[in-house]
């Protein structure tokens, strides 16, 4: 069996480096905000090219964490209105709505996955304050274009770069775009913890000081608290796992480039479509292929075949955020785009210990499929 993506492996490369990080932790008798965190945030806010990181309990607090800090910094208020893509995963959605602010939904592009630039202005209205882009799949959305929309009508920019450590655009990277990025270290992405973890980025000194305050408890100063805050710190142990595996992102950003380029150009089956990769020689562009995700109408027949054949594959995503239980009163919008979307995709293995003899095979698979 090939499986989606084998976390055992991907870690086991690392073993003896995560062991003597985590036993230097242990022995170190501190655990929380500590030397591991700040020397994380040192080397994240570097490998992104901003000036700040701060580190946080998961992706979801990222983001959420972030719309939090701009309401108490007087930038966002609620019931503001927040420009979403209407096919990324749940959580760039519950961060909006879990902040009382409004999010509405903009169909992406079929071919690239990523929000439709186009699309944006059509929905921007007097209470429209931010746009929160999702680097959907490991490639970038089109950033500067989206960054030109929004200050045209000063809106704040908000990336949700969970799946796009490392992806950029003309050598500028994910997280480096937007006033603020929101990253997760979920043991899945590009750059995994063994455990939850995440972090923010950004340029303003006067967020990551505040986003400092808010993951824990409001406070800077112990028992002192400026903003009601919560508990959402990055641990000693994720940090100093996260400080190791760090170094060899871009050598698994590159493993997974590779494993993309040989089912791009070797997947010839006219029932399957293949995702678009922007290239543009100007504003060269690097997807980071956190996910790599076709398109078929027979995706059910498809994902079977696999299966019989010994390799696993995955949906990203079945349902579409406004067809959920969770937001009722969204189940009547058509959204046709998401819709497709959701209806057609398959997410193909890939990942740093996917070889190229499997990717191979899981290509003669795909053009042998027939319906
Ligand atoms: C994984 C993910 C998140 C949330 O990250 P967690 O660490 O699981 O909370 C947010 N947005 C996107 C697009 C993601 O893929």
New binding site residues.
């Given amino acids: 069996m090939i499986p989606f993506l084998d976390l055992k492996a991907i870690n086991a490369q690392y073993r003896e480096k995560l062991i003597t990080a985590c036993t230097q932790v242990i022995d170190s008798g501190w655990y929380i905000c500590g030397k591991e965190l700040e020397e994380f945030e040192r080397n994240f806010a570097n490998y992104c090219g901003t000036q700040y990181a701060v580190g946080v309990a998961?992706?979801?607090?990222?983001?959420i964490l972030t719309l939090r800090a701009w309401k108490e910094l007087g930038k966002l208020h609620e019931a503001d209105e927040v420009i979403v893509p209407s096919n990324?995963?749940?959580?760039?959605i519950l961060?909006i709505s879990q902040n009382n602010l409004k999010p509405v939904l903009v169909e992406p592009d079929i071919h690239t996955f990523n929000i439709d630039t186009k699309k944006i202005e059509a929905a921007i209205t007097d209470r429209t304050k931010a746009i929160l882009p999702?680097?959907?799949y490991g490639q970038l959305a089109a950033m500067p274009e989206i960054m030109s929309i929004a200050k045209k009508y000063h809106l704040l920019v908000l990336e949700?770069s969970?799946?796009a450590h490392g992806a950029e655009i003309g050598g500028k990277k994910a997280g480096n775009w937007g006033d603020a990025s929101?990253f997760?270290?979920?043991p899945?992405?590009n750059l995994g913890a063994l455990g939850?973890?995440?972090a923010i980025t950004t340029n303003d000194a006067e967020l990551a000081d505040m986003l400092k305050a808010i993951r824990n408890y409001g406070s800077h100063e112990k028992y002192k608290n400026l903003v009601p805050g919560v508990n959402s710190r990055l641990d000693e142990i994720q940090a100093a796992i996260l400080n190791i595996k760090l170094k060899f992102l871009d050598r698994e950003n590159q493993h997974r480039r590779q494993i993309a380029d040989l089912y791009l150009k070797g997947i010839q089956n006219p029932a399957i479509e293949l995702p678009l990769i922007i290239i543009d020689t100007e504003t060269y562009t690097q997807h980071v292929w956190?996910l790599f995700v076709i398109r078929t109408r027979h995706r059910e027949e498809l994902q079977k075949y696999l299966a019989d054949h010994g390799v696993q594959t995955l949906i990203h995503y079945p349902i579409p955020p406004h067809k959920q239980q969770a937001y009722k009163e969204w189940n009547d919008l058509s959204l046709p785009i998401s819709e497709q979307i959701h209806a057609e995709v398959l997410s193909l293995p890939i990942g740093p210990t996917l070889s190229v003899d499997e990717a191979k095979q899981i290509v003669q698979l795909c053009n042998g499929f027939q319906i």
Avoid: E, M, R
């Avoid at 998961?58 to 983001?63: K, R, T, V, W």
């Avoid at 990324?88 to 760039?92: G, R």
């Fill in positions: 998961n992706g979801l607090d990222a983001l990324t995963y749940i959580a760039s961060a999702v680097h959907l949700d969970a799946q929101g997760s270290f979920y899945g992405k939850d973890g995440g956190h």
